[in-house]
């Protein structure tokens, strides 16, 4: 049984910084990737940034160069460090699990995934 909960959501001002953690449990760090997703209130939900258990990285476009996805397999751990905060960033962000893909081709789509987290708010103002 796989179950993730998330951690480090808060509020913040524009140009700070937060680090989210995921907590994964029953996930086998060879058959998965892991992943960020966001959701702002009336949007729909956004790939943030994937991670496979070759360490194999792939980061949105509105993130890339200020936010930073990493693991430790040690510890069960997904993160994402994210630096440079802009108030668009405002959202509920949400942690995924789901099968593996080596080329990370659709690691950003949402259904790509069949395990989430409950969420973590994020709030940046202006």
């Known amino acids: 049984q796989v179950r993730l909960v998330e951690s480090g959501g808060g509020s913040v001002q524009a140009g700070g910084s937060l680090r989210l953690s995921c907590a994964a449990s029953?996930?086998?760090?060879?058959?998965?990737?892991l992943a960020w997703f966001r959701q702002a209130p009336g949007k729909e939900r956004e790939g943030v940034a994937a991670?496979?258990?070759?360490?194999?990285?792939k980061v949105a476009d509105s993130v890339k160069g200020r936010f930073t996805i990493s693991q430790d397999k040690a510890k069960n751990t997904l993160t994402l460090q994210m630096n440079s905060l802009k108030p668009e960033d405002t959202a509920m962000y949400y942690c995924?699990?789901?099968?593996?893909?080596?080329?990370?081709?659709?690691?950003?789509?949402?259904?790509?995934?069949?395990?989430w987290g409950q969420g973590t708010q994020v709030t940046v103002s202006s």
């Open positions: 029953g996930v086998t760090y060879r058959t998965y990737c």
């Open positions: 995924a699990a789901g099968p593996f893909s080596y080329t990370l081709t659709n690691a950003l789509r949402d259904g790509s995934y069949n395990y």
């Open positions: 991670i496979n258990s070759v360490g194999s990285t």
